[in-house]
């Protein structure tokens, strides 16, 4: 469990635009990522800050080139910059940190990285949270670890099919998932 009256920080990245409607062959458009009506929602239920992750470099709106691009950032192992991380100039005031991302191709997507390697997490717990069509939480868990370390990177995380993170069921889920840290 997380300490009572530990400063807790949301953290998350999200996508609009084409998805997934619970397979590839459903697709809808969202006006916004479900990772992040996750996330607001957990900050929400929480009363805790929240900050959204953007990229200096949009990602397209069309699915299929968003997967083309997230391979081509896994295979130069990118590190996308982010345009608003000057917003967020330190992480010091809080103890927990719920880091939010969709799973693409069984793992965060690399700005999650960069976002990582831009502070010292040391001494910090980190809790993943992911939207997924089918990979849970992939390798979010493990790659969080290896990117922070010094922190302790919470497995398991919260892992959300993302036609579920704007329905009851999913929220339901969440609030179970944040009870189980003693954080509500």
Sequence with gaps: TV????RVLVVYFSRAGVNNNGSR????VLPEGRTAT????IADELGADSFEIVPTEPYSDDYY?????????????ARPTIANIGDLPSIEDYDVVILG?????????MIMRTFLESYDFTGKVILPFTT??????????????DEAPGALVSNPGLAVVETEAQTEAGRARTRAWLHGFGLL
């Design 132 to 145: 997924h069509t089918m990979s849970g939480l992939g390798r979010v868990p493990q790659d969080y670890a």
């Design 3 to 6: 300490p009572a009256g530990a």
């Design 25 to 28: 062959d459903n697709q809808v």
């Design 101 to 109: 991302a969709p799973v693409w191709n069984s793992q965060a997507p």
């Design 38 to 41: 996750l996330g607001r929602a």
């Design 65 to 77: 080139a968003t997967v083309q691009r997230n391979m081509d950032e896994e295979k130069a192992d």
